[in-house]
């Protein structure tokens, strides 16, 4: 499943890096750590699944693109 990172994940769902930031350290959002600096990766899918039950609004064109 593609990823994209925190901020990708911020501009898609149009909210600020730090609120997703937040969602994922309440484990309101799956993702994992990557590489020496930890940086975080979300799974497109968890984030359009994340968006749809909350009600924001989710880029799909954006989306596509961050995920290649």
């Known amino acids: 499943m593609p990823e ?13 890096r730090a609120t997703v930031y937040h969602w994922v350290e309440d484990g309101l959002l799956p993702s994992r750590r990557e590489g020496l600096r930890r940086d975080i990766k979300i799974e497109v899918g968890d984030l359009k699944k994340f968006a749809d039950q909350h009600g924001y609004r989710f880029n799909d064109s954006l989306a596509k693109q961050y995920a290649k």
């Open 4 to 16: 994209v990172t925190l901020t990708q994940a911020g501009e898609i769902v149009s909210k600020d």
